[in-house]
């Protein structure tokens, strides 16, 4: 039984917005440029749910059509939110390489309420409900194949570090209240920072590439001290809970069979989903087996996890 609430880290939900009566402003017309990529896009064509920026179309297939503009209005373009290189963000899941039966299966799941979030505020799966459930099976299969024959490539920078940048939430991610001060090597002077705890801080590399869907930009992940070793013991050495991750995830967590890989992936998002199955949220058939197995775990545990898998090379 669950004694710990959802933690607000890993479902990171928008505050509240308040209506103003602010002038309206004339529309953002200026052309936008990301490296590696001659491609311009306007600042409201970049959140366009129905037609999502592909800054490196060379990089990959051509999207089917669910992909690149959905099906305006009931169906949002899969590669909005999880990007069209299918690594997705923060909220919501990686895509890329996973089985087509695996993606079919939770579309299936949730269509049919078997999969929900343990937080009723977390916009990104209320969005895979109302919306992407609307998809039809011909569409949920071309997604499906085009998603699982991208290959993942490494997306998130885990460090494990005492100190984190302090955070505010936008776009249901946390972003760091300095972002300019964030470099790839270090965190500025200029930050002002705050004990991790017992918490993952996810956030992007480039606040500013991120904004703009560029999928050549990825993710840092913060995560406590000893937290990654942790992890691997727990997953691979622990018989008290019973946690042989790698007999159905496959060695090195890559993936086996129809078992998704959780090497590289999003620690927000595992935690997620271990939270989700062990408060029944997430009720699907291939999950039953995970809830003896996670049963016991705390919070602080599936941090570690995370953390560990997030860590490992995808």
């Known amino acids: 039984m669950l004694h710990e609430p959802p933690p607000y880290w890993a479902y990171v939900v928008n505050p509240p917005t308040e209506a103003t009566a602010a002038p309206s402003k004339p529309p953002d017309t200026a052309p936008r440029h990301v490296p590696d990529s001659d491609a311009a896009f306007t600042f409201s064509q970049t959140t366009d749910m129905f037609h999502p920026p592909d800054w490196h179309p060379a990089d990959r297939p051509a999207m089917p ?30 895509l890329a390489g996973l089985p087509v039966a ?14 929900k979030s ?12 109302a919306y992407e459930t609307k998809a039809t099976e011909k569409e949920i299969l071309a997604a499906a194949g085009y998603f699982s024959a991208l290959k993942p490539r490494p997306w998130i920078r885990v460090v494990e570090t005492d100190t984190v940048p302090r955070t505010h939430v936008a776009g249901w991610m946390l972003v760091a209240n300095d972002p300019a001060e964030i470099t790839p090597s270090a965190i500025g002077p200029a930050v002002q920072t705050e004990p ?22 990825g993710f840092i992940a913060y995560v406590p001290v000893g937290s990654i070793k942790k992890g691997e013991t727990l997953t ?34 595992i935690v997620r989903q271990l939270y989700d199955i062990q408060s ?8 039953q087996k995970m809830k003896p197995a996670i049963a016991k775990l705390t919070v602080d545990d599936m941090a ?11």
Request: aromatic content about 4%.
């Open 65 to 94: 059509e669910i992909v690149s503009r959905g099906r305006a209005p009931d169906v949002f373009a899969c590669g909005y939110c999880h990007l069209p290189n299918g690594q997705g963000r923060p909220e919501n899941a990686s």
């Open 102 to 115: 695996y993606i079919v299966q939770q579309m299936a799941d949730f269509k049919s309420g078997l999969r």
């Open 118 to 129: 343990s937080e009723p505020k977390h916009g990104p799966t209320s969005a895979m409900i």
């Open 196 to 217: 991790i705890g017992e918490r993952i801080i996810e956030t992007p590399e480039n606040l500013d590439r991120t904004e703009m869907r560029d999928d050549h930009s």
């Open 236 to 269: 691979t050495a622990n018989p008290n809970r019973a946690l042989r991750c790698a007999a159905c995830h496959g060695p090195d967590l890559k993936g086996l069979g129809k078992a998704p890989a959780l090497a590289g992936r999003s620690p927000s998002y």
């Open 280 to 287: 029944g949220a997430r009720a699907g058939a291939a999950v």
């Open 304 to 314: 570690a996890i995370a953390a560990y898998a997030a860590s490992l090379r995808p």
